[in-house]
């Protein structure tokens, strides 16, 4: 969401730190029946299928057919209030638009209307912004709140939450919840809602997106969640991805994928946003925005494995390394609106849609830009130049998107695509006169990739850098396999085609066999050499763990940086024995044209080739050699 780029009354550290970063961007009772809208256009619900998943960069429906998110942002259920002044005087939320914590708008067009005009501009999906303080008020919203909907009155925000999910999905759009505050304050600045654990704990947060996911199950065209909107610096602390302590997006991104899909629903798309900022923003001082690069070396692994979408959000007004800010902690680094053509689409390329490679790598998903805007009374030229560049690039790349604001009120947020005045008359993008017109026009009609989607080979990377990771449903049936070692397991589906040597790190694969798995839960966690046949010495002088015949490895386990057990699967027939040592302890030793990508960053690693299947480990305990994984035993799969 735009940010206020001017910050008053500030001093000391607090008038520094402020400017971060901004962009636009007791529990209730089950959702009521809500009153269906009847669209002036046909349901976009003829034209794909839920629920949604992936195949490599994109996003299909459940027969298997591209569905490109052509979104727009339907904010206000997040809350308005600037957090200064009185709550009540409009002149204190954001563009003087009182959202009383509902999608803005009820209060001035009736929601047949309103679905609409949202038909009319092209898109078929609405990411939904929501607080957590949102999910627990039991007040009513006031009448004046729902005007143009009466049948809305007496609801709390949350009710009315739900009758809007209700109208978008039954209309025929896709829904993406999207966490987007804890407290009801407009976002991105120091607001108490730098992180998704501001506030609140970790555990309250993932409890909240259980709760939400379980209360949206039966409606599946809601197909998303977003977990979290814009993971930025507070006064004190940055955030990070991976460092295993209270402020590590990536592991609480992880955590609340996890109970979302084992315990919420699992037809869910999990989005998970780059990190919007580190660092103070001040000349000479560490400072930027990450966005989604730490993804190169430590990326998401679900337990279902075609569920993740990553996403990123880009504003003329911020920079690669600028905040946003204007005046009082504004750095002289260059906004994205400063840089060439040719320097948006590198900082485009680095910061996000790298995930989006072909070929495929650890880190690849789709890309969702669930914000970029600009507004209609824009006149500055490197403005709306640089509008015109990214939609360009959005264009050209096939992105999937979501502008922001989509709702407003005329006279106050010329950023929304649609405004409405008092009376429900509507102004914005659809009149014509929009400069943004033609951009928008560009981008909703440019080619796509329509149609079916072909399947393609998954590569996930495993990592054990603080604790377990057990991606396997049917391995985690069977309860600990290995007490007290840290322990990482193959998505089901997937099978080991590649360790680190020292840095717990595992690559995943099920290209050229597929799931190559047995049904069932049989398994067999192996610890010692019973199962090396006579003869058949493949690593002399080392320890090896060797599946039995017809496994094939799924999992691994450590104690420190000594390997514990090798854990092993049967296949679904019958497997090739011809095999190779693949030795990786002195130097890497991968395949010359090998996918996956570089899935243990900075230390030596071994992998299998795709027609093999990795049957065992080796390692060494000799004195002054590292006891981690030092060879694979890499086998013909047929």
């Not at 078929?124 to 008020?137: A, C, G, K, V």
């Not at 829904?175 to 804890?182: G, K, P, S």
């Amino acid at each position: 969401m735009p940010t206020i780029r001017l910050v008053r009354n500030l001093t000391g550290a607090a008038a520094v730190l402020l400017l971060l970063t901004a962009a636009p961007g007791a529990v209730a009772a089950a959702p009521e029946p809500a009153a269906r809208a009847t669209a002036a256009t046909t349901p976009a619900a003829d034209t794909w299928q839920p629920p949604l998943s992936t195949r490599g960069r994109y996003i299909v429906d459940a027969a298997g057919n591209r569905f490109r998110l052509r979104s727009a942002n339907w904010d206000g259920a997040q809350g308005s209030w600037t957090g200064s002044g009185s709550i009540d005087d409009p002149a204190n939320h954001h563009a003087g638009q009182d959202s009383y914590g509902i999608p803005l708008g009820l209060d001035r067009v009736a929601l047949p209307k309103l679905l609409a005009d949202f038909h009319a501009l092209g898109i078929n999906s609405i990411r939904l912004p929501f607080s957590d303080e949102m999910i627990h008020t039991t007040a009513p919203v006031p009448d004046t709140a729902v005007t143009a909907n009466p049948q809305l009155r007496g609801r709390t925000p949350l009710q009315i939450y739900d009758a809007v999910v209700a109208a978008l999905t039954g209309d025929g759009f896709a829904v993406i919840l999207n966490n987007h505050t804890n407290s009801s304050r407009w976002c991105c600045g120091l607001d108490g809602n730098e992180r998704w654990n501001s506030g609140q704990s970790t555990q309250q947060w993932a409890d909240n997106w259980v709760f939400m996911a379980r209360r949206y199950a039966s409606d599946p065209r809601v197909v998303g969640a977003d977990l979290y909107n814009e993971v930025r610096r507070d006064i004190m602390d940055d955030p990070n991805w991976g460092l295993g302590d209270d402020h590590d997006w990536y592991a609480a991104a992880q955590l609340a994928a996890d109970r979302i899909l084992t315990e919420a629903n699992p037809n869910l798309l999990i989005v998970i946003e780059g990190i919007n900022w580190t660092g103070l923003p001040v000349d000479g001082l560490p400072h930027g925005r990450p966005m989604l690069t730490p993804a190169r070396a430590l990326s998401h692994t679900l337990v279902a494995t075609h569920k993740l979408v990553y996403s990123a959000h880009f504003y003329g007004y911020t920079g690669p390394h600028h905040s946003g800010a204007t005046g009082i902690g504004e750095t002289h680094d260059p906004r994205y609106q400063d840089l060439t053509r040719d320097e948006l689409y590198q900082a485009l390329s680095d910061e996000a849609f790298f995930v989006t490679e072909e070929g495929g790598r650890h880190y690849t998903a789709p890309l969702w830009i669930s914000e970029f805007g600009i507004g209609a009374d824009e006149t500055g030229t490197a403005a709306r130049a640089w509008f015109g560049d990214i939609t360009d690039y959005f264009a050209d790349h096939d992105a999937d998107f979501a502008y922001w604001p989509l709702v407003g009120w005329e006279g106050h947020d010329d950023w929304s695509l649609l405004r409405y005045d008092t009376e429900g008359h509507r102004y914005g993008i659809l009149d014509g006169s929009d400069w943004r017109s033609t951009a928008w026009n560009h981008l909703m009609t440019a080619p796509a990739r329509t149609g079916p989607v072909a399947e393609v080979p998954s590569w996930r990377m495993l990592a054990t850098d603080h604790g377990d990771r057990v991606q396997s449903l049917r391995v985690r049936a069977t309860g600990d396999w290995d007490s007290g070692a840290s322990k990482a397991a193959c998505p089901d589906g997937l099978r080991l085609a590649g360790l680190g040597h020292t840095a717990g790190r595992a690559l995943c694969t099920d290209i050229t066999a597929g799931d190559l798995r047995a049904g069932g839960i049989a398994q067999t966690v192996v610890t010692d050499e019973r199962y090396v046949p006579q003869g058949g010495d493949w690593a002399s002088g080392y320890t090896k763990l060797q599946c039995p015949t017809d496994d094939f490895l799924i999992g691994y386990s450590h104690r420190g940086g000594r390997v514990s057990a090798a854990l092993c699967v049967p296949a679904r027939g019958r497997l090739g024995v011809t095999g190779r040592t693949v030795w990786f302890d002195r130097s890497d030793n991968r395949p010359a044209d090998a996918a996956g990508g570089d899935f243990a960053y900075g230390d030596y690693k071994g992998q299998c080739a795709d027609d093999e299947y990795a049957a065992g480990i080796a390692f060494t305990t000799r004195l002054g050699s590292t006891a981690g994984p030092a060879a694979l035993l890499c086998r013909k799969l047929s």
